[in-house]
């Protein structure tokens, strides 16, 4: 087990932890990856990137002003539903892209940790990988990714003709 607030304002680098984390986990988070098997109350708050793996419970309030980045829960139970806190994120499917990134990140732990609980799902990943659920910003939701990265290609081609 790790304590409290591990993950703090991380900017980049992987956690693997054989263990659960404490309260606060991944607050702040902005560019680290992780992979932890359970997360007290708080978990993933003001998450603006980075990726969080969570292969058990999580605590109340997960996700609170969460605007970026990305978690991925495993067996999230219908309590784990309830503590997600849907004013800053929801659940949605993982796309294949997502489950390759899950795969990837839980053999690393494995290979790392020892994780029984990796090597379970890496083993078993063919029925394993629909128990995992994503979850995701709703701030993202309300953003127009073509409408940034066209203003800022504009900006950009702009700049190197010469306007």
Known sequence: MIGNVALYGATGGTLLVAG??????????????????GVGN?????MTRGTVIVLGEIGKNFGA????GVSYIYRLSENGHNYLNTDFVRAAE??????????NLLRQ????TG??????????????????????????DKI??????????AIRVGAVVGQ
Not at 144 to 153: C, I, L, R, S, W
């Open 94 to 103: 993982p796309t294949s892209v997502d489950e390759e990134l899950v795969y």
């Open 65 to 68: 002003g969460m605007t970026g």
């Open 144 to 153: 127009d990714f073509k409408n940034v990265y066209d203003e800022q290609m």
């Open 109 to 112: 732990h494995h290979f790392r």
């Open 115 to 140: 994780s029984v609980m990796a090597d379970y799902i890496v083993q078993s990943w063919s029925e394993e990988k629909d128990f995992f659920t994503k979850i995701v910003p709703t701030a993202l």
């Open 20 to 37: 659960k984390a404490g309260e606060r986990f991944a607050v702040r988070n902005s560019g680290a990856s992780a992979v932890v098997e």
């Open 42 to 46: 708080h978990g993933c708050e003001y």
